[in-house]
């Protein structure tokens, strides 16, 4: 079995904070995905990245593919309350469903 | 309907009964997927299907059995539930079984089974 590893599993911050999620593994991906999750809802899609050493912002985010495409990190600036959910990594290759990783909570206190 | 639509919202379900859960999307895709999410354990895959037709077991499909008689839906069956199989399922799709294409999920269904 192929695995995803998502560290920290939870994280508290405070509003204004910077933090980092890592997602690893042993296993080479043509992809990676990010997805965020808010209680009661689905997942839904943030960021794909597909070339090892790729860098993506999406307005305080920003996500990088490693250069071996087997990890990826997911960075937010200023972290604010409207950031607060579950964060999943998940990795993708050719002619296979996605593997997801256990996901990160983030709850962020004004 | 808009994207994917999942019924019912929630359920409690006695152990030993038939349940299905279903499961339908309007966005055309060829790809459909049944996840479990559990606290601690993330989402694990059920079962997929690549197109209309034909289904694919993933990491945990025993006690589980999928069809895909058209494009648009992808009931799952629970043919005789146990209480371990109490979680929240997702259903989701994408246009291909590709790596790079997006998942878009359904808003999940909760079953409970006493």
């Known amino acids: 079995t192929q695995l995803l590893e998502q560290s920290p599993q939870f994280l508290s911050i405070q509003e204004g904070e910077n933090l980092t999620v890592y997602c690893n593994s042993s296993s080479v991906f043509s992809s990676l995905q990010w997805y965020r999750q808010e209680p009661g809802e689905g997942p839904v899609l943030l960021v794909t990245v597909v070339t090892g050493g790729e860098v993506k912002k999406l307005k305080r985010l920003t996500f990088q593919f490693g250069d071996a495409r087997k990890d990826s990190s997911l960075h937010i600036t200023a972290a604010q309350p409207g950031d607060t959910g579950l964060y999943l990594c998940a990795g993708g290759k050719a002619g296979t469903a996605l593997i997801f990783g256990k996901g990160t909570t983030l709850s962020v206190s004004s | 309907i808009a994207g994917i639509t999942q019924a019912p919202t929630s359920q409690i379900l006695a152990a030993g009964r038939r349940m299905t859960l279903r499961c339908t999307q309007d966005?055309?895709?060829?790809?459909m997927y049944w996840y479990r999410q559990d606290l601690g354990l993330g989402l694990r895959l059920i079962h997929y299907?690549?197109?209309?037709?034909?289904?694919g077991k993933g990491e945990v499909p025993d006690g589980y059995s999928v069809s895909r008689a058209n494009t648009d839906d992808f009931p799952l069956t629970l043919a005789s539930a146990v209480p371990s199989q109490t979680s929240v399922y997702f259903c989701?799709?994408?246009?291909?079984?590709?790596?790079?294409?997006?998942?878009?999920f359904g808003p999940g269904t909760r079953l409970t089974v006493l």
């Open positions: 966005m055309r895709h060829n790809a």
């Open positions: 989701a799709s994408s246009v291909r079984l590709a790596a790079r294409d997006e998942q878009f």
């Open positions: 299907s690549n197109t209309a037709g034909t289904t």
